[in-house]
């Protein structure tokens, strides 16, 4: 059971406005002090989204973001700047995200500079370390990110997210860009910087198998909401969402690059219209009448694993074995 002072916390509704996608709908995430979230879900359901919300960098024209029980929106000042620095977003593609023109000192080095973290003085000792604390030579510093490889790029663009002391890392397709054994081994520093500094993390992947290891809990998202939502080992042992069920049954097929959702039949859906009902129906094998017509809601089936899917109301005798298509 989470504290809610411990939580950093994102209810969102439908954006109404005739121009905006309906990226969210209903959404309700929260995220415990020192727990890894993995979120999952094909490109254009709303993750990054999500993301940007609760890292702070794109305001939600509905809804709120509550950081250890207080609302962001109400913070002000030095307390709004704390929060913005609290909640650092790491991006997909390391190449486009660091700037080419400049030495790898001054992109991890400047930020903390510039909020006084750091004096102008002890940059240089500062941004050696943290090139140690990523696996990187510590003599690099002074190159440009051409200079280094992709897995190398990755762990940049880690130290300088760290480099200005945050609490909540939102990687959103951090590894997504990189060589499956080289994204092993991001995932595993990942992982043993989240145990040395108590980060916490919302994992973000179209990929399963990515999240699979590094996640506490995972979140399935599917145009705009949380379908699922379990225990890491919970949700692969018993996956209970026809749509998870799907995207389970990609992950043999991980070593695979860019492969697209076979296994699920037809297109994703457009977000700015997304089918009535639950939305998954038109894709869905074991779609029903009422399906196409009520919303399923997210609600607890046990083990502290919750799902939406009308599926859950139908007796055991009814209910048919979720398996893919
Ligand atoms: Fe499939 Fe219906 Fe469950 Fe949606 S609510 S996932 S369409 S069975
Ligand atoms: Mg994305």
């Not at 994992?203 to 998202?221: C, E, K, P, Q, T």
Request: glycine share 8%; with cysteine.
């Amino acid at each position: 059971d989470l504290d809610l002072a411990d939580r950093i916390a994102a209810r969102f509704g439908a954006k109404r406005a005739a121009t905006t996608v309906h990226a969210l709908d209903g959404v309700d995430l929260a995220v415990a002090r020192g727990e890894v979230v993995g979120l999952v879900g094909e490109s254009g359901c709303g993750k990054s989204t999500l993301g940007r919300i609760m890292a702070g960098t794109m305001p939600a024209s509905e809804g709120e973001v509550l950081i250890e029980g207080r609302q962001r929106s109400a913070l002000r000042g030095r307390e709004a700047r704390q929060a913005r620095l609290d909640a650092q977003i790491i991006f997909q593609d390391p190449m486009s995200a660091l700037n080419p023109r400049k030495r790898v000192i001054d992109i991890i080095g400047e930020a903390p500079v510039a909020h006084g973290l750091v004096k102008r003085s002890d940059k240089g000792r500062f941004v050696r370390e943290l090139l140690e604390k990523v696996g990187l030579d510590p003599d690099m510093a002074a190159r440009y990110p051409h200079q280094f490889s992709g897995g190398q790029r990755a762990r940049i663009g880690i130290a300088r997210a760290l480099a200005v002391n945050p609490k909540f890392l939102i990687c959103d397709e951090s590894v997504a860009a990189l060589d499956v054994s080289i994204q092993a081994q991001v995932i595993n520093l990942f992982m043993d910087l989240q145990r040395e500094l108590g980060l916490t993390y919302l994992f973000i992947s179209h990929d399963l198998g990515v999240v699979r290891h590094i996640s506490d809990r995972v979140v399935i998202m599917y145009l705009g909401r949380i379908v699922e939502s379990a225990p890491a080992d919970e949700l692969f042992a018993r996956p209970n969402h026809p749509y998870t069920v799907a995207l389970l049954s990609e992950i043999p097929r991980i070593d695979v690059r860019k492969r697209d959702f076979a296994a699920i039949k037809g297109e994703i859906p457009s977000p700015t219209n997304p089918p009535k009902g639950c939305h998954f129906h038109p894709r869905c094998p074991h779609a029903f009448e009422r399906c196409r017509m009520e919303r399923p809601v997210l609600r607890e089936v046990g083990g502290g694993h919750r799902s939406a899917c009308h599926l859950n109301d139908l007796s055991e005798i009814k209910r048919p074995a979720v398996q893919a298509a």
